[in-house]
């Protein structure tokens, strides 16, 4: 595709349950990025995926965050036992990352998740 | 990695030029400076970037001192659609450790 993309746009999930959200990386980029953006602050890094490199999952805020990204492309962000505070926008990036400073991050336009 | 420092907010109107200045004291030899620009329930995007001195593109202009350890985005003639978040990112060089930490942004409101 052209862009970054992500799915589902918007998710309204009861407190307890399971969700998982998509991202479609632009073809060719290496790097992976998924952030959290809580409503009128800033983006928090959760984790990032390197090609075949283990993922750097030092910002995922707890146990119930985990994420895969398959075959070097798709990657899934599952959040388990969904709280009130997982409320947030979830947006991913990707790069063409060449490890020398200067990548670009093209982000998709992010999954709303409300959590009841 | 490195911390930046931006103003939390910014007003200007509409034909003005707007500066907004970014501290990164501890920017790495091989980091780059990059701009991105967050409208209401989009995801960022890229506006310009840098390792030294003047960049100009269509949109703005990067100007970096000889030290680096501070930046300023300049928007020329803003306009009403120029209201939006901008982040100042720096890092991506350290290889494949090279996490990419946004701050909290400068909110710039333009008036007409």
């Known amino acids: 595709g052209a862009g970054v993309s992500q799915s589902p746009s918007n998710k309204v999930t009861e407190k307890g349950k399971d969700v998982e959200l998509r991202c479609d990386p632009i073809?060719?980029?290496?790097?992976l990025y998924w952030y959290r953006q809580s409503l009128g602050q800033g983006l928090e890094f959760l984790i990032y995926?390197?090609?075949?490199?283990?993922?750097?999952k030092s910002g995922l805020p707890s146990d119930r965050f985990s994420a895969e990204r398959t075959g070097g492309s798709v990657s899934t962000l599952t959040i388990q036992r969904t709280q009130q505070e997982d409320s947030a926008v979830y947006l991913c990036?990707?790069?063409?990352?060449?490890?020398?400073?200067?990548?670009?991050?093209?982000f998709g336009s992010g999954t709303q998740l409300s959590v009841l | 990695l490195a911390k930046t420092t931006q103003p939390i907010s910014m007003d200007s109107y509409e034909g003005q030029e707007v500066n907004i200045t970014c501290s990164h004291n501890?920017?790495?030899?091989?980091?780059?400076i990059t701009w991105y620009q967050q409208f209401p329930s989009q995801g960022p995007r890229f506006i310009i970037q840098?390792?030294?001195t003047k960049v100009t593109n269509e949109v703005a202009s990067l100007f970096i001192p000889a030290d680096r350890k501070s930046s300023t985005l300049s928007l020329p003639r803003v306009s009403l659609s120029d209201t939006a978040v901008y982040y100042c990112?720096?890092?991506?060089?350290?290889?494949?450790?090279?996490?990419?930490?946004f701050g909290q942004g400068t909110t710039l409101q333009v008036k007409p």
């Open positions: 990036a990707s790069s063409q990352r060449q490890g020398r400073g200067n990548e670009k991050l093209f």
């Open positions: 073809s060719g980029h290496t790097a």
């Open positions: 995926f390197q090609g075949n490199s283990a993922p750097d």
């Open positions: 501890n920017i790495a030899t091989n980091d780059y």
């Open positions: 840098g390792y030294k």
């Open positions: 990112l720096v890092g991506g060089s350290s290889g494949n450790t090279g996490k990419l930490i």
